[in-house]
């Protein structure tokens, strides 16, 4: 029940953006990001002296990515207002990168006036159909009464379930409409959504703690689900009975601590080793809320093929899709976890374990020291000056592997970076949104040239909101992880990928009011992060790498993970099948 | 295409706008060719029945079936299996001729056709019965001449007790 709502005086008459308002307020919706024009201006109108803090960013994908990165911090929706047509599609790639990764989001659109939708009216775009197949749901608002109903729903869908971005599209002449509706807290009417809180059935985890009998070499894989889900604890307890080991997917990354000693860190294109050895040789995996992603599971006919496969997963949908489990249960990771612990003894993993150790010490993780400044060494820097307790962000290309592969993670929600969408511009703007969320904490954005280049407008919002993020610019003058392909699948043609001629950032981030710092060699990195990452308000660390690294371990896309290379084969490589 | 199975999927919808769009792009993304489509009250004005056929492999059915199934607006989609009562409805436009009028006349009870008006010169036929059967007497009256035709599309209902 939204109290704060229902006991608002309706006495004095309201319009449409004022219930909207209203009932947002009554969520306890602390932040909108967003970016006004003329459909939105009733909305911006109305959170004139509301409790809710409006964040004016530079662009609405920024204000995106921002709502997603208080989303992935907090748990709680991420809201973003942009005005019709172009503020509208502009939201488009932010509303995506949120589906993609389950971050709940409202996307509320300002919409041309009813009586001219479909007339090509001027800034009239059709977002709802636009952004179909990329929300868990929308609305087009036809009634000013329906608003309250609708942002229920909305507030209730976007978290509940599978978490994900609902738009809602709301013309001018609706929201500027008397509000003569009974309540700001009516009853919602959505027949067809049963699935918020799937209870997991019994029978199938008992039927799954079965599976466990007998085996010698269990793996667990912890994907984005248990974040959601908050279930570490219990992944914890299931580990340590079972002796099993633990690898994460990108998205999964803290939830159970990578500093554990059963912890193989990241597997898949570009995890450890270890971790894809773990997959090779495994007898049982227990993906707890992964969808077998094709980062880790680049040739399904090759994958874990000794293996008994087990799945939980919230999303029904996913069973089957790319794995077909030997036993699933439907429910949400931490519930099912706290289940199966009961169910389950503890096996005789010692050797398996041992296996694993010789994995770790025959192929570390590493990076040299001597030949120039690496992005590796940057990365660890940062971890052990940070003391691995920062919130960090990521960006999108080879930093962020290897931010994944050397910045270890031990707390769920501490780990925000594009996994599904693979969206470049990210990285800052969410660091930017953890930051609202998490006032106290350090945050990190780690982000590429390139990237970097793409969103890096968000400094004003940073300068002007006082906001200490710590911008790390891996700077290679490369869109790195394309010329790395080009490099090993392309014989090196490369093609689109020199970033030559990148701005001085430090002069750049100085223009924006935020304080800039500049390494460049193995021997100062160390000082220069400890200034930046002491430094009280925002700033820009200009991190000058070498620029030809590659990141390895690597699988080629589209195979498993038998094709796992550790360092640059001197042999030609085929082209890779998989899709990128 | 042609090798693949064809399929009978029954939805039930809230009716809301943009129910259909959604269901079309589940089906439309997986490459999924839908035969027909029919949208239909139900006894209930808040919800629509859709029956839609659509043709394709086994294991991308069960994706869009739980993809439906998944959409807000959707309260529950299945494949139906064979304990339903099926119907669709034909028209068919041809030359009015004795010998049509005789074809029809013979085939009135075998295959539920009647001529439903004759004007200008041309017959309308009309049939009612199983997707089968209507293709069944379609081939048939090709060799007479067939001007026109249009189908409804497959609806079904389930047998017995069990709602649809
Ligand atoms: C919006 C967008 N465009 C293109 C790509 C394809 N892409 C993936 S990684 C990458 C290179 C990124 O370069 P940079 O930000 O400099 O990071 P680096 O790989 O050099 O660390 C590109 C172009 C993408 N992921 N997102
Ligand atoms: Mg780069």
Redesign the pocket.
Known sequence: MNKEAAKTPSKKAINGAEALIKCLEGFGVEYIWGLSGGAAIPIFDALVGSKIKLILTRHEQGATHMADGYARVTGKPGVVLVTSGPGATNTV?GILTAMMDSVPMIVLTGQTITSMLGKDAFQEADISGITMPVVKHSYLVKNTNDIPRIVKEAWHICQTGRPGPVLIDLPKDITSAPFSGDSLDPEMDIPGYKKDTPSPHKADIVKMAKFFKGKKKPLLLVGHGAVLSNAGAAIKKLAEKLGAPVTNTLLGKGEFPETHPLSLGMLGMHGTAYANKALINCDLILSIGSRWDDRINGNNNEFCVNAKKLHIDVDFSEINKIVKPDAWVVGQAREVVEELVKLVDPLDTADWLKELEYYKKEFPLKYSKTNGLT?QQVIDTCYKVTQGRAIVST??????MWAAQFYLSDKGNYWLSSGGA????YGFPAAVGAQFAAPKDLVVAI??????Q?TLYELSTVFIHKLPVKVLI?D?K?????RQWQELFFDNRLSGVD?EGNPDFVKLAEAYGVKGFHMDKPENCESVMRDAMNYKGPCVIHAEVIKEDNVFPMIPAGKSAFHMIVEKPTTKMEKPSGST | MDTLPLHTISVLVANKPGVLVRIALVFARRGYNINSLVVSPTINPKFSRMTITAKGDLETLEQIIKNVNKLIDVIHCEEHPANTVEKELALLKTKASPAVKAFVAKNARKFHVRIDDASEGCYIIEQTGTTLELDEFEALIKKYGVLEMIRTGKILITRGQEKT
């Open positions: 790639t992005a960006d999108v290309g080879q930093h962020q693979g969206t470049m511009g982000v590429g040239d390139g990237g970097f793409m891996i290679n490369y869109l790195g992880m394309v970033l």
